[in-house]
């Protein structure tokens, strides 16, 4: 039901910082947990973070806690997630897309992931 197109990625070298945006649509964006996923490449795309419908609260991988921060703002239909002191791990394809409510770190549609942005950390 929520459609969505990232952006914000980019190059930067370790220890910097990017802001990924994810843009929105759908009549029930407002009331959907949403999550940042990542894949490099050959691996498994993992969870990052996710954040309630409200925004009131959040989750994240443990590898990120502290250093990535998610967002949403409800009227404009938008999520963010902040990235902080990045490392070269964290090179990967970055996803958004609507969660399951009751499991925040799964997408509740498996067949409908975007295009994605990358982000490249460099050492």
């Known amino acids: 039901q929520v459609q969505v197109v990232e952006s914000g990625g980019g190059s930067v070298q370790a220890g910097g910082s990017l802001r990924l945006s994810c843009a929105a649509s759908?009549?029930?964006?407002?009331?959907?947990?949403m999550g940042w996923f990542r894949q490099a490449p050959g691996k498994e795309r993992e969870f990052v973070a996710a954040?309630?419908?409200?925004?009131?609260?959040?989750s994240y991988v443990d590898p990120v806690k502290g250093r990535f921060t998610i967002s949403r703002d409800n009227a404009k239909s938008t999520v963010l997630l902040h990235m902080n002191s990045l490392k070269p791990e964290d090179t990967a394809v970055y996803y958004c897309?609507?969660?399951?409510?009751?499991?925040?770190?799964?997408?509740?549609?498996?067949?409908?992931w975007g295009q994605g942005t990358q982000v490249t950390v460099s050492s």
């Open positions: 759908g009549r029930s964006f407002s009331n959907a947990a």
């Open positions: 954040i309630h419908w409200s925004g009131a609260s959040s």
């Open positions: 897309a609507q969660v399951d409510s009751t499991n925040w770190s799964h997408p509740l549609f498996e067949s409908h």
